[in-house]
């Protein structure tokens, strides 16, 4: 969309007020970036609509080009229709034993899922979680749960050969009442279509243990189908709550629009991976940003300018055009990142970030060891700062004693200094590294 628009709002910004043929001009552009990120047609049709009358007649902020003043507008209506009611990530989960279903389309994500809200009510709330699989047609789906469960230190309900997917239903329900469980999940089959004897199953275990919430789970890079599943299911066994999977892909995320204008549901979780720390809280702005072609960069505009001087900004990106990224640079932004709140969410979801999100994943990298990792820096001298080839081992001993550390924590921060200053000169070379930090700074 940026691209697209650019040319669009380069002729806008010689204009001084949002007439009805500029809205219309550059709304045409946003129909078709929306299409392009998988947005249903009805639903880009009605947004575009929506934004055209918020948008004509009103008046250019002076500070800003009318073009902006666009994109902020159709940020805005996003971001808007994004929204659910409640906190996103939020569960009803009192009144122990409190029942979740899990539904959707095989394949979408459902059993990865239960596995890791469990994980996720049992870390963060403390609950104690019961799971049980009621797929009984796929070979090992229960099996799968149930390594799952173990992974992750969450019961699953002892499997029984034979029993039908209500009967399995109602074992779990004895189970968590009897064994003392705050939540159980129950992970339903998928069929690779919508089909009645599914839905029909589905809706006599949602009798059967009226569930606090029922979460519609679907693969957030499949658009227009996402919508008619989440059509379907609504209406048949009545979703309070959508899980988004696959995020972490090269989708653009359009079903996460599709999926609110349609259903008016919240969107709880975005799936960003595999593994089973890989689920997020539902972010209206990051979606809303992505949806528009740009990453978070909307976002991390507006946090970076209250964050760091311009011209310091431009200084430091000569530089790492270069190849030159010294601790100090990693110091800074460290600094930078603490600021911000994390780096590994945000980086997934810039465009052409991912790569290097997953290299800070793997050298262990979390927003905890930020501080940890500054004091490392201080405790370096200005000459090993600038030059960290000069860290043989009885220095090493001395920074980190320094910062009340182990040497293998200092390892561990220069292999990723290393990493990321092999990835700057890269992507200097390409001059995508201009492009990116221009999205941060
Ligand atoms: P189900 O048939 O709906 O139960 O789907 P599964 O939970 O078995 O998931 C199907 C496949 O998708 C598995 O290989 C999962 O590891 C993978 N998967 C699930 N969620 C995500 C996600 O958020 N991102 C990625 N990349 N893969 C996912
Ligand atoms: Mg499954």
Same mark, same amino acid.
């Given at each position: 969309?940026s691209?697209?628009?650019?040319?669009?709002?380069d002729?806008l910004?010689?204009?001084?007020?949002?007439?009805e +043929?500029?809205v219309?001009?550059?709304?045409?552009e946003?129909?078709v970036a929306?299409l392009e990120?998988?947005?249903?047609?009805p &639903?880009?049709?009605?947004?575009?609509k929506?934004?055209?009358e918020?948008?004509?007649g009103?008046?250019?902020?002076?500070?800003?080009?009318?073009g902006?003043?666009?994109?902020?507008?159709?940020?805005d209506?996003?971001?808007h229709?994004?929204?659910?009611?409640?906190?996103?990530?939020?569960?009803?989960?009192?009144?122990?034993?409190?029942?979740i279903?899990?539904?959707?389309?095989?394949?979408g994500?459902?059993?990865t899922?239960?596995?890791?809200?469990?994980?996720?009510l049992?870390?963060k709330?403390?609950?104690?979680v019961?799971?049980?699989?009621?797929?009984?047609?796929?070979?090992?789906?229960?099996?799968q749960?149930?390594?799952?469960g173990?992974?992750?230190?969450?019961?699953?309900?002892?499997?029984?050969e034979?029993?039908s997917a209500?009967q399995?239903?109602?074992r #779990?329900?004895?189970?968590?009442?009897?064994?003392?469980y705050?939540?159980?999940?129950? +992970?339903?089959?998928?069929?690779?279509?919508?089909?009645e004897k599914?839905?029909?199953?589905?809706e006599?275990?949602?009798n059967a243990?009226?569930?606090r919430e029922?979460?519609?789970?679907?693969d957030?890079?499949t658009?227009?189908?996402?919508?008619?599943v989440?059509?379907? /299911?609504?209406?048949?066994?009545?979703?309070?709550? &959508?899980?988004?999977?696959?995020?972490?892909? +090269?989708?653009?995320?359009?079903?996460?629009?599709?999926?609110?204008?349609v259903?008016?549901?919240?969107?709880?979780?975005?799936?960003?991976?595999?593994?089973?720390?890989?689920?997020e809280e539902?972010?209206p702005?990051?979606i809303?940003?992505?949806?528009l072609?740009?990453?978070?960069?909307v976002?991390?505009?507006?946090?970076?300018?209250?964050?760091?001087?311009?011209?310091?900004?431009?200084?430091m990106?000569?530089?790492?055009q270069?190849? *030159? /990224?010294n601790?100090?640079?990693?110091?800074?932004?460290l600094?930078?990142?603490?600021?911000?709140?994390?780096?590994e969410g945000?980086?997934?979801?810039m465009?052409?970030m991912?790569?290097? #999100?997953?290299?800070?994943e793997?050298?262990?990298?979390d927003d905890?060891?930020f501080?940890?990792?500054?004091?490392?820096?201080?405790?370096m001298?200005?000459k090993?700062?600038?030059?960290?080839?000069?860290?043989?081992?009885s220095?090493?001993?001395?920074i980190? #004693?320094?910062?009340? *550390?182990?040497v293998?924590e200092?390892?561990?921060?220069?292999?990723?200094?290393?990493?990321?200053?092999?990835?700057?000169?890269?992507m200097g070379?390409?001059?995508?590294?201009?492009?990116a930090?221009?999205g941060?700074?």
């Amino acid at each position: 969309l940026s691209e697209r628009l650019s040319g669009v709002f380069d002729r806008l910004t010689k204009q001084g007020a949002l007439s009805e +043929d500029d809205v219309k001009t550059a709304l045409r552009e946003v129909r078709v970036a929306l299409l392009e990120a998988d947005v249903s047609l009805p &639903v880009a049709r009605d947004f575009v609509k929506a934004v055209q009358e918020k948008a004509t007649g009103q008046a250019v902020t002076k500070s800003v080009t009318p073009g902006q003043q666009v994109v902020k507008i159709v940020h805005d209506e996003l971001v808007h229709v994004l929204e659910g009611e409640g906190e996103p990530g939020e569960l009803k989960v009192d009144n122990a034993p409190a029942p979740i279903l899990m539904v959707g389309l095989q394949g979408g994500g459902k059993t990865t899922t239960t596995a890791k809200i469990a994980k996720r009510l049992k870390e963060k709330q403390g609950k104690r979680v019961l799971m049980a699989s009621l797929d009984i047609y796929r070979p090992a789906a229960m099996q799968q749960l149930e390594v799952l469960g173990r992974q992750i230190g969450v019961d699953t309900l002892p499997i029984v050969e034979g029993q039908s997917a209500l009967q399995i239903a109602k074992r #779990a329900q004895q189970q968590a009442t009897m064994g003392g469980y705050d939540v159980y999940m129950l +992970d339903t089959a998928g069929r690779l279509q919508i089909d009645e004897k599914l839905m029909g199953e589905v809706e006599d275990v949602r009798n059967a243990v009226k569930p606090r919430e029922t979460l519609l789970v679907v693969d957030g890079l499949t658009g227009q189908v996402a919508v008619e599943v989440a059509e379907e /299911f609504d209406a048949k066994v009545g979703i309070t709550g &959508v899980v988004l999977t696959r995020m972490d892909g +090269d989708g653009r995320g359009g079903a996460a629009l599709s999926m609110r204008a349609v259903t008016g549901k919240p969107i709880k979780f975005v799936g960003l991976g595999e593994k089973m720390e890989a689920l997020e809280e539902f972010r209206p702005e990051q979606i809303a940003g992505r949806i528009l072609g740009m990453g978070d960069i909307v976002a991390l505009v507006e946090k970076a300018q209250e964050t760091i001087e311009a011209e310091q900004a431009e200084r430091m990106m000569k530089r790492f055009q270069k190849g *030159q /990224f010294n601790m100090n640079d990693l110091k800074m932004q460290l600094e930078q990142m603490l600021k911000m709140g994390g780096m590994e969410g945000m980086m997934k979801m810039m465009p052409g970030m991912g790569k290097m #999100a997953k290299q800070v994943e793997e050298s262990g990298f979390d927003d905890t060891i930020f501080r940890h990792q500054i004091a490392l820096i201080q405790s370096m001298t200005k000459k090993e700062r600038a030059n960290p080839a000069l860290l043989q081992a009885s220095r090493k001993k001395r920074i980190a #004693a320094g910062a009340g *550390q182990e040497v293998s924590e200092l390892n561990k921060l220069l292999k990723m200094h290393r990493q990321m200053a092999d990835m700057m000169k890269k992507m200097g070379k390409g001059g995508m590294l201009k492009q990116a930090l221009k999205g941060m700074f």
